[in-house]
């Protein structure tokens, strides 16, 4: 009888045991938050860049301070952008797991067109008059 009880009391510490063992995924939602948010704020800077340069009126707007031209406010522009997108997708994912695939994929071809948007040679084909 001694033996059944011993067993059953070293059975149930290794099941407690094995429980703790079980790591828990933590969200990644902020994470992929600041991801996505970095990839829009890429993309908004080759938009303000194409935008500057198609209407000479923004691009006159953009200059926040003269000796960096209209540079200063297309590079203040796109980190008021991709702050505000961290926030607002890091306040919507908090908690959340997010597909991180997905949002890396879009990252990246956020970026790539950010990129693009910020060669002579695509800009000015853009905005041909």
């Known amino acids: 009888m ?3 009880l011993e067993r ?7 099941e407690r045991s094995n429980r703790s063992i079980v790591a828990r995924s ?4 902020p994470a992929a938050a600041a991801i996505l948010g970095a990839g829009i704020g890429c993309f908004a800077l080759g938009l303000l860049v194409v935008v500057s ?7 006159n707007a953009l200059n926040l301070y003269g000796p960096v ?7 203040v522009a796109q980190v008021v952008i991709f702050l505000v997108a961290w926030a607002g997708l890091a306040y919507a994912w908090r908690g ?8 890396y994929a879009a990252t990246l071809i956020l970026i790539a067109l ?5 060669f002579p ?7 041909a008059k």
């Open 2 to 4: 001694s033996t059944t």
């Open 8 to 14: 059953t009391s070293v059975e149930a510490r290794v």
């Open 26 to 29: 933590k969200p990644n939602g």
């Open 53 to 59: 340069e198609a209407i000479p009126a923004f691009k």
């Open 69 to 75: 031209g209209p540079l200063s406010g297309k590079t």
């Open 96 to 103: 959340r797991t997010v597909a991180f695939g997905r949002v």
């Open 114 to 118: 950010g990129l693009l948007g910020t």
């Open 121 to 127: 040679l695509v800009y000015e084909a853009l905005t």
